[in-house]
């Protein structure tokens, strides 16, 4: 595996999995903002947009997770292929 390949990977990974998470984030701030509120303690005449709260926390979760996947590919992948030769 070539350098280009793994970053490739990991980078296809971190992207699609934050464009996953966002998406998740924004619809439970949309349509259960309560959860937001209990969780992390917000006031309820707080000015705190909880969509957009939850498309940056979502997003945040996610790049996190698809960067530590794609690496895990990547890792499982070389030893793979250096078991092979």
Known sequence: ?????????TATSALACTSVGAVAGYLV???A???YRI????PLDSPVNLAQ????LGAL???G???ITGLIIVSA???YNSRQR
């Open 1 to 9: 595996m070539t350098v280009l390949r793994g970053f490739t990977i």
């Open 29 to 31: 701030g949309l349509l």
């Open 33 to 35: 903002p309560d959860y």
């Open 39 to 42: 969780v992390f303690g917000i």
């Open 53 to 56: 709260f939850g498309l940056v």
């Open 61 to 63: 979760q996610g790049a």
């Open 65 to 67: 997770v698809g960067t």
């Open 77 to 79: 992948v070389t030893w």
